[in-house]
């Protein structure tokens, strides 16, 4: 756990060293859960949304992609439930004045219950060996099923408690599981309440007054509310899919973890309408599917898991998270929900427009069921960083941080070096760097010893450098330096740009998928 907490630590503080990650208006102190993303992180995040982009719409014969504005009308927020119902259940601790969300402390409360489990059996697994079996140690060690029993009847507490909106029981529940706040120690806690997380603002400066308006809190309204200007003008059949890359706002209580959880975010949104009946073979399909687009990345099979909901939003029938395994612990970064017709429905009748769709192979006419899937930029892009940061120990004492990030993402693709910055060396190395920066995005880097500049590309991920030496200038070789197993091959300069852009390329990765 320790070397966890560590591990997030050292990949906060590379994000800002090497340029990825900086807090928002940091000469001024910074604003609280916003952040900025400096020259490699802004390549980072764009290479994440183009794989997106392209897994949806080039590879999906039937979504194509939207740009929707960020203002909508404030009716729209009032139909999709966000203005009655989008909030969390806040509490304060008199004592270091600091707010949390109830449902988090206990959240946490019983990610704790599950540790003290996962210790159990960590420690008897190490006792028994080969021989151990863990459903059966589950089943009958008195300890584990004693915690077992507690977490259960937590959960179905707070489970009740959340589906009522009962704020007073969640607050008795912190009271009576002795939860203490993590800053003073105490349990001098004030009433739950309610808080919305929209943020507003006011459009216009007419003399009848400025109309209160919301900044999003999520892409997906701008889908369903194009949903048919796109159906008609696209010619699209049932069933098909329409996607949105952009940032959305919300207020969040606590933030912290870096840009797990920030104030102002962007989202990538799938919104897939289908037949109704059909909704559940095709979340299916996304889930599967959205899973595969993860993997193909290469960070490692168990560092994903599906959390499927058992607790159900009104509107939905089938819900599942994709979690990643950060240092803190597998977290949601993407959600697929069946969402039926509910946000359809509720456009209707709030603009009083027909939102439905004529489907010409059954002779009649619906409002379409609709599949979602609803991934953060912002938390792949930190789930990538935890799952690419890596120390290495080297022979002869040495080390290195790396980065092993997917080389279709990396925001650089290849660092030319010249061995030493003398005897026409620079001049054949800038040469390469100009022919290559038409294929993908190249650095030079002729500053330090040659293994200082190695290092300094491993830190930012850079999938390839290549040397440029004497030889070069004699045979019209280079030496191409790979960044995970530091092999080294001579290879012809003309050879580079074909085997380089293959290796990078997002087509290479998309094929994984
Ligand atoms: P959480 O329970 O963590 O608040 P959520 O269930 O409210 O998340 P959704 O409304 O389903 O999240 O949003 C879809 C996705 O948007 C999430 O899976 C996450 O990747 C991203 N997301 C949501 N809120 C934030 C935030 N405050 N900061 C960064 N990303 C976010």
Known sequence: MAQQEDLFKKVVSHCKEYGFVFPSSEIYDGLGAVYDYGQL???????????????????????????????????????SGHVDAFNDPLIDNKDSKKRYRADVLIEDHLAKIDDKIAKEIAKAAKRFGESFDEAQFRATNARVLEYQAKRDALHSRFAQALNEGNLDELRQIILDNEIVCPISGTRNWTEVRQFNLMFS???????????????????????????????????????????????????????????????EFEQM?????????????????????????????????????????????????????????????????????????????????FSGKKLQYFDPELG???????????????????????????????EGGDSRVVLHLPAALAPIKLAVLPLVRKDGLDEQARQIYNDLRFDFNCAIDEKDS????????????????????????????????HRDTMQQERIAIDALSSTISAAVSMKTLLKKI
Request: some cysteine.
């Open 41 to 79: 992180g802004s390549e980072l995040k764009n290479n994440i949304k183009r794989y997106w982009w392209e897994a949806m719409t080039l590879l999906q014969e039937n979504v194509v992609g939207i740009d929707s504005a960020i203002f909508m009308h404030p009716t729209i927020w009032k139909a």
């Open 450 to 481: 040659i293994g200082k500049r190695y290092r300094r590309q491993d830190a930012i991920g850079t999938p390839y450098c290549i040397t440029v030496d004497h030889q070069t200038l004699e045979d019209g070789t280079v030496t191409l330096r």
């Open 364 to 394: 009649e006419s619906y409002v379409p069921y609709v599949v979602e899937t609803s991934i953060g930029v912002d938390r792949m892009f930190l789930s990538l960083m935890c799952g690419a940061y890596d120390e290495e120990a080297l």
């Open 201 to 263: 603002t006011e459009m216009g400066s007419t003399a009848d007054g400025a109309m209160k308006v919301y900044l999003r809190p999520e892409t997906a309204q701008g889908i369903f509310v194009n949903y048919l200007n796109v159906q008609k003008t696209g010619r699209m059949k049932i069933p098909f899919g329409i996607a949105q890359i952009g940032k959305a706002f919300r207020n969040e209580i606590v933030a912290r973890q870096f840009i797990f959880r920030m104030r």
């Open 269 to 349: 949104e799938l919104q897939f309408f289908v037949r109704p009946g059909e909704e559940l073979r095709w979340f299916d399909y996304w889930k599967q599917l959205r899973l595969r687009w993860h993997l193909a990345l290469g960070l490692g099979k168990q560092k994903y898991r599906y959390h499927d909901h058992e607790k159900l939003a009104h509107y939905a029938n089938a819900a599942t998270d994709i979690e990643f395994e950060m240092p803190f612990g597998f977290k949601e970064v993407e959600g697929i929900h069946s969402r039926t017709d509910f946000d359809l429905k509720r456009h209707e009748e």
